[in-house]
Every structure is written in structure tokens, then in C-alpha cells.
């Protein structure tokens, strides 16, 4: 796109469903969320320039209820909320467009997410409703949640989560602050479908790491099936670990809630 020139900045509030898509990131011959935006924001600019950048990059088959990006255009969009029902009207029907705020040059999507909160929908025990499965993990193995309550608390401040990593390096920045960590009795996201109880892990932080928390529940799981204990989670967290967590839990019921903004 040469010569564009970034001159007007919107912060865009989405969400969507992630279960047919590759992720966020654009990748040769993939359906992702992002070339999936860019292909609908091409047709409502009829071919004038544009650039999207999103807050962070979701896996495959994660979901988002408030994910951000930020629209570059050269030229002023003249009514912003003929803008957003136009944009809704184009995407498929598994993303959506909440909101459009113009925001300063000086805003930066990435350096100024403040804060982001992740749920991770689990229920266990049983085979449940085929439905369940874009939005909700099931684990066939029966877990002690209380146990897993526990466990998830310890996560909970400073901590060295190189363990919780996927494919770390010697010299990457493992010392993570997580500001409130747990697991609670879903209430949030309900359907006729879902089984009479299903579980929430919970967690808020600045930022997370490649499949850091679907490795932190892979070791709640393991700890509820009894397979590891709650001092084997203190240890993955010394600032001296080298233990190589090498169960992910799966990526569906993965959700992005909310992404924070310093504006």
C-alpha cells in the first residue's frame, strides 16, 4: 500500500467465534479473524487505503467478547455509526462489531491494553451436547474443582511462568504479574444445551504468553485428576524452574472478555 499515509485513528471494539477460524493472524491459504476483516473492511471502503491492527493475536478456535482493533484510514469516516452498520452488515455472521471511538495518533493499541481478562469454559465428567463444543471444553475425567480452586489462586502475583510457555527461550521474559486468578461456577455464558454445571477459570493480567493459559489450566486438570499436586504448581513457579509442562489444554473454550485501554 505505498504511499498511504495514517492520518484519521478508530479504536474498534469486535467479538466473535473462533471455532472455524485459524486465529487472528493472517496466514497463507487459512480462514482467519483478520483477513476476514480486512476482506469485509476492503468492500465498505470501496478500495480507499486502509490498515487494521489488532490489541493481541488469538489462537485457533479461540473466541473473543471484547476484542479491539484499530483502523488507520487516510480520510475522516463522516458518520461513525453508519460506518459500524455498514461494517456489521458485510462480516459473517460469527463476528461482530460493538462499537467505533476516534482516538489520537499517539494511541497505541498494543502498548496501551492496561489490562485483559480471559475465561476458560470447562465442564467434566460426562459426554455432553455436541453444541457445547465452540464455546466449552469437556473433560471426560471426573476433577476435585476444589483442589483446582486452589491451585488456580497460586498463580496469583510475581511469578516465573517460563514453565507456562509454549517453546520458551534462554533469554525471553518469563516474570509475569497475574492480578486476580480463579475458578468459579459459570453463570456468565449459559444455553439450553449446556449441562446443569460447568466451571469458569477466570484470569486477569496486562498480558499472557503464547498458550500460557491453556498450559495453566492443562496443570489445574492434571492437579483435579490427581496426577500432580499443589507443591508440583508452587514449583512450576520458582524463579529457578525448568519443568516443561507438556499438557495444553484444548483451545475452544479459550474466550478473550475484555481488553482494557489507557485513553
Request: proline share 3%.
Amino acid at each position: 500500500m505505498s504511499g498511504f499515509q495514517k492520518k484519521y485513528f478508530y479504536l474498534i471494539k469486535i467479538q466473535y467465534l473462533g471455532y472455524r477460524f485459524h486465529g487472528w493472524q493472517k496466514q497463507p491459504d487459512l480462514k482467519t479473524l483478520h483477513l476476514m476483516v480486512d476482506k469485509t473492511l476492503r468492500f465498505v471502503f470501496d478500495g480507499k487505503p486502509f490498515k487494521t491492527l489488532a490489541s493481541g493475536r488469538t489462537d485457533a478456535m479461540v473466541s473473543a467478547l471484547d476484542a479491539a482493533i484499530e483502523l488507520f484510514v487516510e480520510e475522516k469516516l463522516e458518520d461513525e455509526n453508519e460506518f459500524l452498520n455498514g461494517f456489521n452488515y458485510n462480516l459473517p455472521q460469527d463476528i461482530r462489531a460493538l462499537s467505533i471511538t476516534e482516538v489520537d495518533k499517539k494511541f497505541n493499541i498494543i502498548n496501551q491494553s492496561k489490562q485483559k481478562e480471559y475465561l476458560y469454559v470447562f465442564a467434566f465428567g460426562n459426554k455432553f451436547h455436541p453444541f457445547c463444543a465452540p464455546i466449552m471444553t469437556t473433560f471426560l475425567d471426573d476433577l476435585d474443582i476444589g483442589i483446582m480452586k486452589q491451585g488456580a489462586k497460586l498463580f496469583e502475583g510475581h511469578h516465573n511462568f517460563k514453565s507456562y510457555c509454549f517453546r520458551p527461550t534462554d533469554n525471553g521474559e518469563y516474570v509475569r504479574r497475574v492480578d486476580l486468578c480463579e475458578i468459579v461456577e459459570n453463570t456468565q455464558l449459559t444455553a439450553s444445551f449446556f449441562p446443569e454445571t460447568s466451571y469458569v477459570f477466570r484470569i486477569v493480567g496486562k498480558g499472557f504468553m503464547r498458550n500460557q493459559i491453556r498450559l495453566m489450566v492443562g496443570a489445574l486438570v492434571l492437579l483435579g485428576k490427581g496426577e500432580v499436586t499443589l507443591e508440583f504448581i508452587e514449583r512450576t513457579l520458582k524463579m529457578d524452574s525448568d519443568i516443561k509442562l507438556e499438557y495444553i489444554a484444548p483451545p475452544s473454550g479459550l474466550i478473550l472478555n475484555k481488553v482494557d485501554f489507557e485513553i
